[in-house]
C-alpha cells in the first residue's frame, strides 16, 4: 500500500497508519472491517492482517476476543478482534491528528465479549463512508493472483473517516467527564465544518431494545440539545448558546437565525424482512413524535386567491431520520435512502433534511402568492378602466353628412 519499507509481516507504514486510524475511531474491530474501512482495493484481509501484526509486535494493538460472521460464499468465518493499547490510543491520535484526552479507552472488555453492538457499528460507519477501492500493492502471495480483479464501483459517501467520532458523551446534566445518570451515547457523530451536513448524530440499533428504549433515547438526545451552556440560565429560556453550540459551534445556528437542532439518523442493522422493519420504524415514529414532529402555523392567504396556507415550525425539533443498513450499504448516504419523519417517501440526504413544509418553504410560496395578487389586482383595475373609457368618447358628428347617408332615416318633403 504504497512504496515503503516492509517489515516482518510484510506491512508498509502507510497500512500501519491506516489501521491505527481506523481503530483510533471504531476501538475494536476484525481485520475485515479495517480492510473496508481503509483499504477495500486490496484481495483480502491479508494486506491489514499484515499491518495488524506489525503492530502487535510493537505493542500497540492487541486481540482479546473473536467474532463469527458469514461470509459470501454461506460459510462461517471466525475472526480475531482487535483493539488499541494505551500506546496504541496516543499513536492512532497522532494518525488523526487529535488530542490524547479524545481518544477514549482501549475497548478491551468490549474486545473479550465480543463486541456485536461495535462490530454493528463498524459496519455502520464502512456503509457511510463508502470509502472508494484503489489499486494497491498486496501483501506478499505465496502464488500470483489467478486473474486481475475488477476493483468494485461505490456510491459517494460521507467522509473523510477523521470527521467521524464514536461513544461520544451527550451529558443532559452533570459534565462531558462526568455525565449524570439519564445521559448517553452517540454510537457515531460526523462533524466537518462546510459540509453537508455539518452535524449529524447516528444511533445503531441492532433489534435487542424496545421502541420504547429506543424512543428514550431520541427524548435524551432533545434534552441534550435544549440544555443550555450557561447552567444558570433556564433550560426552556429563548435566548444565549446551547451546551452542544460549544463542542460543536461551526454547526451552531448564526445570529439571528431561528434555533435550529442537528440531525439524528437510526440505523436499522438487523437483517428483517420489509414489513418488521416498517413496524419497528413506525413504532419509534409514534413514540418519539412530540421530539421531530413540528407545529403547524396556518395564515390566510390574500383575498385575490383566497384559501389558508402555512407551515411547520422545527424550532426545537429533532430532525429524525431512519434506515436500514442493508440498504445505507447498497446505496450509500447519498441515495434515497433516507425516511425522514414527517415525510412521505425515501430521499436522498439533502432532500430528507430540507424542511419542506418549514419557514423558508412558506415564505417563498407567500412570496410568490403576493406576486400573483398584484397581478390580478392589477388586471381587475386595467378590466374596470377600459369601459369607462369607452363611455366617455363623443359620438360622432352627423354634420354635412346627407340623411341619406343614414339608413332608415325619412325625409320631410314640403
Known amino acids: 500500500m504504497g512504496a515503503t519499507v516492509r517489515r516482518k509481516y510484510g506491512s508498509t507504514t502507510r497500512t500501519r497508519g491506516l489501521c491505527l486510524a481506523v481503530l483510533g475511531v471504531v476501538k475494536v474491530a476484525t481485520a475485515e472491517q479495517i480492510r473496508q474501512i481503509a483499504c477495500p482495493g486490496t484481495k483480502d484481509a491479508g494486506t491489514v492482517r499484515g499491518g495488524l501484526k506489525d503492530l502487535e509486535a510493537d505493542r500497540l494493538v492487541a486481540t482479546a476476543g473473536t467474532a463469527v460472521r458469514v461470509n459470501e460464499a454461506g460459510n462461517r468465518v471466525t ?21 490524547a484526552r479524545e481518544m477514549g479507552g482501549t475497548a478491551k472488555a468490549a474486545a473479550a465479549s465480543g463486541a456485536t453492538h461495535a462490530r454493528k457499528v463498524t459496519d455502520t460507519l464502512a456503509a457511510l463512508l463508502q470509502t472508494p477501492p484503489e489499486p494497491t500493492l498486496p501483501g506478499p502471495r505465496t502464488a500470483p493472483d489467478a486473474a486481475p480483479r475488477v476493483l468494485e464501483d461505490r456510491p459517494p459517501g ?66 441534550f440539545f435544549k440544555r443550555p451552556a450557561d447552567s444558570r440560565r433556564p433550560v426552556h429560556a429563548s435566548t444565549g448558546p446551547a451546551l452542544w453550540h460549544t463542542v460543536w459551534p461551526h454547526a451552531a445556528p448564526e445570529a439571528g437565525q431561528r434555533p435550529a437542532y442537528p440531525p439524528v439518523a437510526v440505523v436499522f442493522t438487523q437483517d ?16 418519539s413524535h412530540a421530539h421531530w ?9 390574500p383575498p385575490e386567491i383566497g ?21 445505507l450499504a447498497s446505496k450509500g ?7 425522514r419523519y414527517g415525510h412521505t417517501e425515501w430521499e436522498s440526504l439533502d432532500v430528507a433534511l430540507a424542511d419542506l413544509d418549514g419557514l423558508d418553504a412558506y415564505r417563498e410560496r407567500a412570496q410568490a402568492d403576493r406576486r400573483r395578487a398584484e397581478e390580478i389586482r392589477a388586471q381587475r383595475v386595467a378590466a374596470a378602466v377600459r369601459p369607462a373609457a369607452g363611455a366617455g368618447r363623443r359620438r360622432p358628428s352627423r354634420a354635412g353628412r346627407s340623411p341619406r347617408d343614414f339608413p332608415g332615416c325619412q325625409i320631410d318633403r314640403e
Do not use: C
Open 272 to 287: 428483517t424482512g420489509p414489513q418488521a422493519l416498517q413496524n419497528r420504524m413506525t413504532a419509534l415514529g409514534r413514540l
Open 307 to 327: 384559501g389558508e396556507d402555512g407551515y411547520q415550525d422545527f424550532e426545537r425539533r429533532i430532525p429524525l431520520l431512519a434506515t436500514s443498513l442493508r440498504r
Open 293 to 301: 414532529k413540528g407545529v403547524w402555523h396556518r395564515w390566510p392567504r
Open 79 to 99: 475472526e480475531k478482534l482487535w483493539h488499541l493499547t494505551p500506546a496504541g490510543l496516543e499513536a492512532a491520535a497522532a494518525a488523526l491528528d487529535r488530542p
Open 158 to 223: 460521507l467522509g473523510p473517516l477523521t470527521a467521524w467520532t464514536t461513544e461520544v458523551t451527550l451529558p443532559v446534566a452533570g459534565t462531558f467527564a462526568s455525565p449524570a445518570r439519564g445521559s448517553l451515547r452517540a454510537d457515531l457523530v460526523y462533524a466537518l465544518p462546510g459540509a453537508a451536513p455539518q452535524l449529524l448524530f447516528v444511533e445503531v440499533d441492532n433489534g435487542t431494545e424496545s421502541p420504547e428504549v429506543l424512543a428514550d433515547k431520541v427524548a435524551r438526545y432533545a434534552a
Open 333 to 339: 448516504p447519498h441515495g434515497p435512502v433516507w425516511w
